[in-house]
């Protein structure tokens, strides 16, 4: 601990300059990065210096010296001087920065003497993903995040982030505080990464300063600020190739006709097994001899490229005087899909101005303005029924025919034209806009007295212009020998536009008032604030019929009927308004204590229920300051902590407090068929709604030993209650009070689900350098569990089947305990009336000889994983670096069960290894017309379709180099890098078709893997400062 | 310095204006959506409360496609036929296992939603009936309104009761989230009787209130005094009927007749062009469609394949063979001249009108569901998507609507509630039942028999006879309008019907002539006795905690 406060001193004292030795110069650099501020220092002397901006440094010392590279975020360096040319040292980060100062709600603190439970990224290492959207970079990072990347769909393939988990049966997201600013516009998932300069999430009460929107965690993005110095022009360049992690193996034409016939068999066992297809038929799909009525189609094949283009540019000048500071940016992405011809792109545009001045001595200004322009273009058909019809289309079916006209593919839907502009684009434009002015004065008078505050605007466009073009596809008619067009896309033969805008913008005024002070061994840091925000969304949309030209694609060159014209608006705003404050207080940084506190406002409640108090408490002990721990050598860091606080969510409908009423024009009356206004109850009141409460405990205890060991172990609980969740399984129907299917329910949300949740994080690092290899290695665990105490049943529930002491999201399935073999299986199992042999036999779980719903039972897991985990890796020798996260879950769950049968294709899993008659050891059940109303599928969801999605997976790796400064100096460059990294570039699972990423969130048994992939991006990259 | 410090002062003032805090920053005013204040303030928009009670939720999927359901089930992909034995729906959509016997309470397949529906629409008519007195409007209106809505709750518990048998009868009573929802009141079924004595004493009600005729100021498509008396005949019918034993043929007579007598309504000269005409004389009541209020595309959903169609509801033989031959004899009169290797000729003109079959023209081309080669067989394109049956749907049709890529503009058949064949049909029933077969139900029937051409009932038929004529004349009169369902169940004959296989046909062809083969379109068909009455839905027993009575043997 002296040496580095003795560094410190070091960093300050003016260096002399001894005469006689010669000038040895150098570089500093860390992960392929120049690092500023290393204190260089000859052994046993007082002369030293620091690196400057490039990280070069310049000092007089002579052969045989030895020189000490020093740096409070880094492992303490020697090298001794061998003669005098440049020097290149390469300094490894240490992983417990005790100095080092972290971003938390409304303030920063040094990470010694956080209280919470706040995991931190660096911007730095974002820009290792290669994936652009922010939400992809934090997988396998640290403890106690949970993100699941369910599609990989350009301009749509964030990840879901959970903070530990699943706490709510109610809206589990995550509030993204931008620059200050809660829940801005536009969030963190289309931030340029290389804009960022840290994240911070607050996993704990520590996040009880952002009151009635903090239950669910708190993510903090803090953006690049300007340093004082010279500009610095730094450019970066990305190459990125991107392909799909998995994709299914579908059963080819000779298989799949072969099971079309095993259909027919099962719907008329007296047919026989060739009721579609002859033998002959089936060898010819086999053969290809006949590739105009028999071809063998692998749709993927013919419908998905084996890569997609991704490049990014991003341009940054940053600098600044003392009293005037800059970081502006540039940036670029742009993305492809994975289809031939595809009309996919995401391309987007961004920039960024943040200018810190000082106006005078003690008022402080900041003018932070960002801009940013998310053009999402894709074809008519999207990405969901394009994979669908992939997935579902018959290899029996050609996807061209030889003489080159497209086929009808399934049901007229022909992925491989669906992926293309043929049939219309739809484009969907949005731009973002970001401003925040912020002041602070330092008020005379009394020393650590400031008063500070933002104001915000936040505004977003999106446009959707969606026009649909007719486009012909044929079927062969073998008989007459001719291709019978068939116009599909557009509108009965016309083209047809739909046009939708979406305007939204956020305010937001903040104002506070601090007080920071050291008094003696005793530090105060305290603040009130106001703060208050505003939301007002208003929405417009238009359509045409029947436009005279597919060339025209604009409204009012659509058709002119009143009946080709349609068109809708609407618009809500709410409301937020809060108190908040905080005192945290320190004695001699041994003894930590911090309160916080917030009263929030939400126009989303009733008067009289619109006022909610989140208060916090945390403290922590640094046992390693005492003096009688000293002796203990090993131990270099101990610290204890503990926060308890309660939080609050008011993601919930708006103006649930009054009968809902809306217009909703649906009937026709009269002799011309008018539609008459129609209104609908859509919403009954709950006039007591309120805050979702949510109470956080934390324990932590944090340590560095043996030099190159630090850790980290929490254990968390939460118990949440109040939830905002609705009634509908108590409520019997013949009430009249009857939610309807896929929309928003007519019960209101209640304060009425508790859900309890626990868990341990555990992170252990290790770092350390043999010769000129510097490597670091970290693991993280998160053990996150979800007990659900209340959540609305129905009074007649089954015990087994209740969700009730079980956790969130579980699938409520039949047990399926192998096949019907044989006739003596279906006369020894229960079984459903018309049970056969190649069905899946169900346990009768309660035993009363018959499989009825009261045989499904809950499963252990549903499909966010209650166990994370995720190893870090890093090393530099020399010039060269390297970096990996691998990422993982278990204890996960996911069921898919595929769209198969007359209605779509199988997975070859299914295909190769069905039961049939010729086959009556498959393991899989028999094929049926269609799985979803199958009595082995949908009719009986059934854990045969449920996955172990645990996976360990590669998420990220990178591979650097600097070119050597001496080459570059000579051409102007300060630095070059180059690099190679990739994203999801290996996955271990035993989930054969899908991505066990993929699939929908919840216990929804509706999944049937038609998503667009995952996508592993392997990526070049050139970094350029000047 | 000193302008500094001006600025600063300046720059706090500014900042102390923008939060400002305004006292009602938190009040906002909604603006997508009505209070109920407002709805019961306009007579308007209570209005437009009462017109959407014609309608009423989505509670599955593939159900209300295009718009929300009404009544019974209507156009949708699988029509309610396909849970009888007059089709089978071609996807399965979850009617297969109806047909099969597996119907449970866990697994209604399409059969699910009508309880629910039914009460939440229930409930509204509750409240607007609660609330109406309320509500400033004339004398005349609110009279016309408060018809309009005894007719909805009446028809919602004929939805319920011929599909339930006895149910809750909910009076005026409209429940709230702060009620006790597990009161007794709401888990006690009345019997048959008092359900049927209370819909009928809604529609006296209704009858009494509701305008004769619609006209300008009462537009088609809102319920009339006939519309309300021709329910009350049909649930007079059910009454009567054996599967029900709760009321009188005489009774279910004078309610047939009393729509007879109101000399409104007459047969439509076309019957198959009735199903395309909202505004034929013989609809009683409707639900109609228009641009942007649709249905289903009936052409594409039921199509051939070889028309790019996706055969959805295909006839089964089983109603085929139901259909006489023109000359008024049955197909198993070894008189009637029917040729099993030439099935098609000189047939009822209904069957024309309804079914499509090998040989037939539709659309300027010949069906060919033959094999090998016929391109709306398996060897015609798209083949997953051709029949199973050997027939697919003429009826509804409308030929004017594209097949291909119909979206936006097909979807516009009136769906019909009641029409004047049904009443006829009644009455000859009831009529029969009652005294016997006099000749007002010979003229009865003879009326429907003469529009498509087929000859007089013979006389002298006997009351069993003519009991079975009348049966087979709904079947095929009424075919795929959702009557056979109820028909075969309350004359307690489904054990039989619904346990003959389900037939269809194959046709192949070699050297220019066809053979036609009977065979099994669907395998396992079954019926039990417990399926006379549907299933109570599993989550609904569970909800009142086993306390509502299952029908017996689910």
């Known amino acids: ?838 069905d899946l036999i169900y346990q009768d779980y309660n035993g009363d000889k018959q499989i009825t719903a009261d045989d499904a039972t809950r499963t252990k897991y549903g499909n966010i994983p209650e166990i994370t985990y995720g190893i870090v890796l890093g090393a530099d020798y020399k010039g060269f670096d390297f970096s990996a996260v691998l990422a993982g879950q278990t204890h996960v769950s996911q069921y898919v069960l595929p769209e198969s049968g007359t209605i779509g294709n199988f997975y070859s899993s299914w295909a190769d290894n069905r039961w049939s008659p010729n086959n009556p050891n498959g393991s899989y059940p028999r094929a049926d017309n269609r799985a979803s109303a199958s009595i082995n599928g949908g009719l009986y969801n059934n854990t045969f379709w449920l996955n172990n999605a645990s996976f360990l997976r590669l998420k990220n790796i990178e591979l650097g180099y600097n070119i050597n400064a001496d080459i570059l100096s000579r051409i102007k460059i300060s630095g070059l890098r180059v690099y190679a990294n990739a994203f999801n570039l290996f996955t271990i699972t035993k989930v054969k078709d899908y991505d066990p990423e993929g699939g929908p969130t919840g216990s929804s048994t509706s999944s049937s893997g038609q998503f667009y992939p995952q996508q592993r991006i392997v990526n070049v990259g050139v970094n350029v400062k000047f | 310095m000193k302008t500094k410090n001006i600025l600063s002062i300046g720059l706090i003032a500014i900042a102390g204006i923008l939060v400002s805090c305004k006292k009602n920053y938190l009040d906002i005013t909604p603006t997508d959506r009505v209070p109920d204040v407002a709805v019961l303030a306009d007579s308007a928009l209570f209005e437009d409360f009462v017109i959407n009670r014609y309608m009423s939720v989505k509670l599955q999927d593939k159900e209300g496609e295009g718009t929300n359901p009404g009544f019974g089930r209507g156009f949708e992909y699988a029509m309610w036929s396909a849970l009888t034995d007059e089709s089978i729906y071609n996807n399965d959509d979850n009617t297969w296992l109806v047909q099969r016997g597996q119907l449970a309470p866990e697994n209604t397949g399409i059969a699910g939603t009508i309880w629910g529906r039914s009460y939440r629409s229930i409930r509204e008519c509750n409240y607007a009936l609660n609330q109406i007195d309320s509500v400033a409007m004339s004398v005349g209106h609110r009279t016309q309104l408060r018809g309009e809505l005894h007719f909805i709750r009446a028809f919602r518990y004929q939805d319920l009761i011929r599909n339930y048998g006895g149910v809750v009868l909910m009076g005026d009573k409209v429940y709230n989230l702060e009620d006790n929802l597990g009161d007794d009141a709401l888990f006690t079924r009345a019997t048959i009787k008092q359900s049927i004595d209370y819909a009928v004493s809604e529609l006296d009600s209704a009858i009494a209130q509701l305008p004769l005729a619609n006209d300008d100021s009462w537009q088609l498509g809102r319920a009339t005094k006939g519309a309300a008396l021709a329910l009350k005949s049909r649930l007079l019918l059910y009454a009567a009927s054996p599967l029900y034993n709760a009321g009188t043929w005489a009774n279910a007579a004078a309610a047939a007749k009393a729509v007879m007598d109101l000399g409104k309504y007459s047969l439509d000269a076309s019957y198959s062009g009735l199903f395309l005409n909202a505004n034929s004389n013989e609809i009683i009541f409707e639900r109609q469609y228009a641009i942007g209020a649709r249905h289903v595309c009936l052409e594409i959903s039921n199509g051939p394949n070889g028309y790019n169609g996706w055969a959805g509801n295909t006839p089964l033989q089983n109603l085929v063979d139901a259909y006489q031959m023109s000359n008024g004899k049955d197909i198993t009169d070894p008189t009637s001249g029917y040729n099993a290797q030439n099935p098609y000729v000189n047939r009822d003109a209904r069957f024309y009108a309804t079914i499509l079959y090998n040989g037939a023209t539709y659309r300027n081309s010949t069906v060919q569901i033959y094999t090998p080669g016929g391109k709306d067989s398996k060897d015609g394109p798209s083949n997953w998507n051709t029949t199973k049956t050997g027939y697919y749907l003429r009826k509804y049709m409308d030929d004017r609507n594209p097949i291909d890529n119909p979206w936006n503009v097909a979807g516009l058949q009136p769906w019909i509630y009641f029409r004047y064949a049904e009443v006829l049909l009644n009455y000859a029933e009831a009529q029969n039942e009652a005294v016997g077969p006099d000749g007002t139900v010979y003229n009865a029937i003879n009326l429907i028999r003469k529009r498509v051409n087929q000859p007089d009932l013979p006389a002298g038929l006997s009351q069993t006879q003519m009991r079975d004529a009348i049966r087979k004349e709904r079947q095929v009169e009424l075919a795929f309008e959702e009557h056979r369902f109820y028909d075969v169940r309350r004359w307690k004959i489904a054990d039989v019907t619904e346990n003959v296989p389900a037939y269809g046909i194959d046709v192949t062809t070699s050297g220019g002539s066809y053979v036609y083969t009977r065979k099994v379109a669907l395998s396992g068909r079954a019926f039990a006795t417990k399926h006379y009455w549907l299933p109570i839905p599993r989550t609904e027993i569970q909800a009142s905690n086993n306390r509502i009575t299952q029908n017996t043997g689910y």
Do not use: C
């Open chain 1, 1 to 838: 601990m002296k040496k580095r406060f003795l560094s410190i001193f070091l960093f300050l004292i003016p260096i002399t300059i001894w005469a006689q030795q010669s000038k040895i110069t150098g570089k500093v650099v860390s992960g392929g990065e120049a690092v500023p501020g290393v204190s260089v220092r000859v052994k046993n002397t007082n002369q030293g210096t620091t690196t400057d901006n490039a990280g070069q440094f310049s000092l007089a010392a002579g052969v045989g010296d030895t020189l000490v590279f020093n740096h409070l975020s880094y492992v303490t360096q020697e090298l001794a001087v061998k003669n005098n040319a440049p020097l290149s040292i390469s300094l490894a980060a240490t992983s417990q920065n005790v100095n080092e100062v972290v971003v938390v709600g409304y303030g920063t603190q040094k990470k010694a003497t956080l209280t919470g439970s706040i995991s931190v990224i660096k911007g730095a290492d974002i820009v290792k993903s290669p994936q652009p959207n922010v939400s992809n970079s934090l997988a396998g990072r640290f403890s106690g995040v949970i993100a699941n990347n369910r599609s990989g769909e350009p301009g749509y393939d964030n990840s879901n982030i959970y903070i530990r988990g699943l706490a709510t049966t109610g809206n589990n997201d995550v509030l993204v505080v931008v620059d200050g600013v809660p829940g801005q516009i536009g969030g963190l998932q289309r931030l340029d990464p290389n804009d960022i300069e840290s994240m911070s999430v607050l996993k704990d009460a520590s996040a009880a300063v952002y009151g009635s929107r903090a239950a669910n965690g708190v993510i903090l993005i803090t953006t690049k600020r300007g340093k004082t110095g010279k500009p610095v022009i730094s450019y970066s360049f990305n190459q990125g190739f991107s392909s799909p992690t998995r994709l299914p193996k579908m059963a080819d034409a000779p298989t799949y006709a072969t099971i079309m016939n095993e259909i027919q068999y099962y719907t008329n066992p007296g047919g026989g097994l060739n009721q579609f297809y002859t033998d002959a038929q089936i060898q010819k799909f086999r053969d290809g001899s006949d590739p105009l009525n028999y071809p063998n189609t692998d749709w993927q094949k013919a419908t998905l490229r084996n890569t997609a283009l991704q490049h990014q540019h991003s341009l940054s000048v940053s600098g600044g005087t003392e009293n005037v500071k800059y970081y502006v940016s540039l940036g670029t992405i742009g993305q492809q899909g994975i289809y031939k011809h595809g009309a996919t792109q995401y391309d987007q545009y961004n920039f960024r101005s943040n200018i810190d001045a000082n106006i005078t001595k003690r008022l402080k200004v900041g003018l932070y303005l960002s801009g940013r322009e998310e053009d999402r273009v894709y074809p008519q058909t999207g990405a969901g029924d394009i994979f669908r019809s992939i997935y579902r289309a018959y290899p029996t079916v050609a996807a061209i025919y030889p003489n080159g006209l497209p086929t009808s593919g399934i049901e007229n839907n022909n992925p491989v034209m669906q992926v293309t502009d043929i049939g219309g684009t739809n484009r969907n434009p949005t731009q973002v806009f970001n401003g925040i002015l912020k002041g602070s004065y330092d008020i005379p008078g009394l020393e650590g007295l400031s008063l500070d505050g933002f104001f915000s605007v936040d505004k977003s466009w999106s446009a959707d212009k969606s026009f649909s073009i007719p486009y012909p596809v044929y079927s062969y008619d073998a008989t007459a020998n001719t291709y019978n067009k068939v116009v599909v896309g557009g509108s009965a033969g016309l083209a047809s536009l739909n046009q939708y805008q979406l305007n939204q913008s956020l305010v937001t005024s903040n104002i506070k008032l601090n007080f920071t002070r050291q008094f003696g061994q005793h530090h105060v840091d305290a603040f009130v604030g106001y703060e208050q925000s505003k939301t007002v969304m208003d929405s417009l949309s238009a359509s045409r019929l029947n436009f005279p030209s597919s060339q025209l694609p604009e409204l009012s060159q659509g058709g002119s009927a009143a009946t080709d014209k349609n068109n809708a608006g609407k618009s809500y705003q709410f409301t937020r308004k809060s108190y908040i404050a905080r005192l945290a207080y320190n004695y001699q940084e041994k003894y930590l204590l911090e309160g916080q506190a917030r009263i929030d406002g939400s126009s989303t409640f009733p008067k009289g229920k619109q006022y909610g108090f989140f208060p916090s408490i945390s403290a922590g002990w640094r046992i390693s300051k005492e003096d009688w721990f000293q002796p203990v050598s090993f131990i270099q860091d101990l610290k204890l902590r503990g926060s308890y606080g309660t939080l609050g969510n008011d993601n919930v409908g708006l103006f649930q407090y009054f009968d809902n009423y809306s217009f909703s024009n649906q009937y026709v009356v009269g002799t011309g068929s008018n539609i008459h206004p129609g209104i609908d109850l859509i919403k009954l009141a709950n006039p007591n709604i309120t805050w979702e409460t949510a109470k956080k405990l934390d324990l932590g205890i944090n340590a560095v030993f043996l030099q190159h060991f630090s850790m980290e172990f929490i254990y968390f609980q939460q118990k949440r209650s109040n939830i905002l969740t609705q009634r509908n399984a108590s409520i019997p129907q013949v009430s009249g009070i009857v939610n309807p299917f896929g929309s928003d329910p007519l019960v209101p949300s209640e304060n009425i689900g508790k859900v309890n949740s626990n868990g341990i994080e555990a992170t252990l690092g290790y770092n350390n350098a043999a010769g000129d290899v510097h490597y670091h290695i970290g693991g993280n665990f998160t053990y996150a569990k979800s007990k659900i105490i209340f959540i609305d049943e129905a009074a007649g529930a089954l015990d087994y089947q209740r969700q009730t002491g079980r956790p969130l999201n579980t699938y409520l399935l039949y047990n399926a305990i192998g096949i019907f073999r044989t006739q003596a299986d279906l006369d020894n199992y229960p079984h459903l009336p018309g049970a056969q042999l190649g």
